[in-house]
């Protein structure tokens, strides 16, 4: 009886290595577009990993990578991105932020000079790396980035654009590079210039934008009126400018959230010169909020208003 539990035992572990030998014969059989669309189901950090022999490194050099973000926050992060530029060429989306303490990424041109001179002494990385991504389709950028950097916004395939860099020096006509623009975000970038009309090549694609907290960007809203995608548009600490009583009934037709700056006659915070003047801006103001979705408004009486009837000098200056 023992001797046949252990013959039982036997046979079982050579079936179990049969079992292996005909999955891995079966898993070696398989050609490198096959392995491509088995890599196109994971992570990238995963393909990286799984990349075991010649076919398998030429099977993820092929692999359209699934949309899940690579975000670059150490330096162990952007060196991986950098072997990822060969072995990995088709990621799709990228977080660049930043590298740890005293690391930085190469300056751009006209570099803002009191912060240059502030890193001067800190190690160097290369962003340049960023353009041997082709089919990058989401780029998000909340890092020290310091001048300007036409290269990157260079990329056929864009849809989301996220930036967040204070140093950044962009004006919006480099967007032309992005053709299919779907989604546009800057927030508290002091160096971004331009004028909102230069937007108008990417006219019928764009469905969201956000340029928030950027004083030098320019121009008329009512420019993006006949825009057919335009679902939301965040304009809030710009210096562009308009009249809220201009919008008609045929303008901004899909569009769902409207935040205006104060600039704006009506916009959010905007400072009426006479009391008179709100009801007109209130009636214009309900039509929006009842078509298209006008969000967190509010206005205010101007300190020169001639209105400020009934109140002294003391009060007025404190209000």
Known sequence: MPHSKKKQKLEDGAAVATDDDDNSSSFERLGTDELAHIFGFLAPEDIMLARLNKKM?????????????????????????????????????????????????????????????????????????????????ILEMNSLLNGRYPFLFNFPLLQQLKIDCYYLKLDLEMLAGLPLLKELYCHCNNSMTGNINTLGVLKDTLAIVRISFSPCVQGNFMYLADFPRLMTLNLVGTSVTGDIRD??????????????????????????????????VMNALYSLKKQRGLKDWYGELSADSPDWYGLDDDFAEYY
């Not at 899909?254 to 700056?261: A, G, I, K, Q, Y």
């Open 247 to 280: 919008i008609g009934e045929q303008d901004f037709r899909t569009l769902e959230s409207l935040t205006l700056p104060k600039g704006v006659y009506g916009g959010r915070g905007h400072e009426f010169q006479h009391i008179s003047d709100v009801p007109g």
């Open 57 to 137: 490194r030429e099977a993820a050099k092929t692999t359209i990578v699934p949309m899940t973000r690579f975000c670059v926050r150490s330096v162990r992060k952007h060196n991986s991105l950098v072997a990822m530029t060969t072995a990995l060429p088709h990621l799709q989306q990228i977080e660049i932020s930043h590298l740890g303490r005293e690391h930085k990424y190469s300056d751009g041109e006209d570099p803002e000079e009191d912060r240059a001179a502030y890193s001067a002494n800190w190690i160097t990385h290369d962003i340049n790396i960023i353009t041997r991504f082709r089919k990058l389709r």
